[in-house]
């Protein structure tokens, strides 16, 4: 008991301390949150209690619940030809990667993690930066959006076709995930009923000055129960989450303050978990091995080289120069993703341990490179 409740007490402090560090040595703070858990869990820490993955898959669902409630479904409708034109630059890589990282003598599936995209990174850096409210930090983060919803399609689409290949098993497995959708739809039509006939509840969801939050418990409820009913449907936990945001996104418009609370909630307690997570999962012998350092390195590159498509049809999105090179500099970090997507890979038996290992180096050194970039090459000119 005590000595859980130090670890705990190590991390909160930790976590509290960050923001500051982050700032004074102008680095996203994930990235620090990252370092920090590399360094407790490797260096003070010999190992990680069986709860602090619990603590981290938290995290996460609660990520993609914030990064849900950015999605504006209707805007992106509004604006179909840039949606579109976001949809085809986010697939290009998938068609381009995996044949190319074969021919450099790869797993072809190692192309399709480099194609991956998460707004993991992203949504933090634009909030500290004070772009995400901007045109230009719309235009990210709808692209980012996309992408990973994209990615999520198709590393479902993977994992199902090599657990059931083209058989009737594989048809249920859409089909579960088809149903998922329908129940999202449902549950936002029958959102906008109650908000017509009962507006008095949802001025009372968001009402500020609510002793008990219940609209805060509401949202965290919601946010989890949807990350279950994904991981019954056979999908990927996270998409339950980030959809449920989507819906309240679009039913609950004009939230003020109590977005506010949702963000405060997420990001000062829930999320940090997250990324000192990710840091304490990665063993730093991987930092004296040469070859996985060139290897790390080398596909950090490629990551960003396959968003450079974001800087050549800038003007499609309506950015200029700078905010297209931002754009890919952030999409390059899908930090969540690209672990998520090396860990499915092993499991697949298409990456080794080795290179799935590598693959984490790779999602810490674009986590930590290209964020701290975009603040040199977006924010500060």
Not at 83 to 106: C, E, K, Q, Y
Not at 233 to 238: D, E, F, L, P, T
Not at 282 to 305: C, D, I, K, N, Y
Not at 330 to 356: F, H, K, Y
């Amino acid at each position: 008991m005590e000595n859980n409740l130090l670890l705990i007490c190590v991390m909160l402090t930790g976590a509290a301390a960050i923001p500051f560090i982050s700032r004074r040595l102008r680095i996203p703070a994930p990235a620090c949150e990252i370092a920090f858990g590399m360094l407790l869990f490797n260096t003070v820490i010999g190992s990680q209690p069986d709860w602090f993955t619990l603590l981290r898959d938290l995290g996460l669902i609660y990520l993609m619940f914030i990064a849900g409630l950015e999605l504006d479904i209707g805007r992106m409708l509004n604006n179909l030809r840039a949606s579109l034109w976001m949809l085809a630059l986010s697939l290009l890589p998938f068609l381009v990667m995996p044949p190319a990282v074969h021919l450099l003598g790869l797993p072809w599936y190692l192309g399709v993690a480099l194609s991956v995209v998460s707004v993991g990174i992203m949504l933090p850096v634009l909030r500290e930066s004070d772009l995400i409210k901007t045109p230009a930090g719309t235009v990210m983060i709808d692209a980012a959006h996309i992408g990973e919803l994209l990615s999520i399609a198709v590393l479902t689409a993977l994992v199902v076709y090599h657990d059931y290949g083209f058989s009737v098993m594989s048809l249920v497995a859409a089909l579960k995930l088809v149903v998922l959708m329908a129940a999202a739809v449902m549950f936002l039509l029958f959102m906008h009923a109650v908000s017509r006939r009962r507006p008095d509840w949802v001025s009372r969801v968001l009402e500020s000055n609510d002793p008990f939050e219940e609209g805060i418990r509401a949202v965290i409820a919601v946010a989890f129960v949807g990350a279950l009913l994904a991981q019954y449907a056979g999908v990927k936990a996270v998409l339950g989450p980030f959809m449920a945001g989507a819906v309240l996104n679009s039913v609950f418009r004009n939230r003020g303050i109590f977005e506010q609370k949702i963000h405060a909630v997420g990001f000062g307690f829930f999320t940090p978990f997250f990324f000192i997570g990710i840091g304490a999962a990665f063993e730093l012998r991987m930092l004296t091995s040469p070859g996985a350092l060139v290897t790390a390195l080398g596909l950090t590159g490629l990551l960003f080289a396959g968003r450079l498509t974001f800087v050549l049809f800038r003007s499609r999105l309506g950015l200029d120069a700078r905010q297209g090179f931002g754009t890919a500099l952030l999409m390059a970090a899908p930090l969540s993703m690209l672990v998520v997507t090396g860990t499915l890979g092993e499991r697949m038996g298409m990456l080794s341990p080795e290179m799935n290992s590598t693959l984490v180096l790779t999602a810490l050194v674009s986590s930590l490179l290209y964020p701290a970039l975009f603040r040199v090459f977006v924010r500060e000119r």
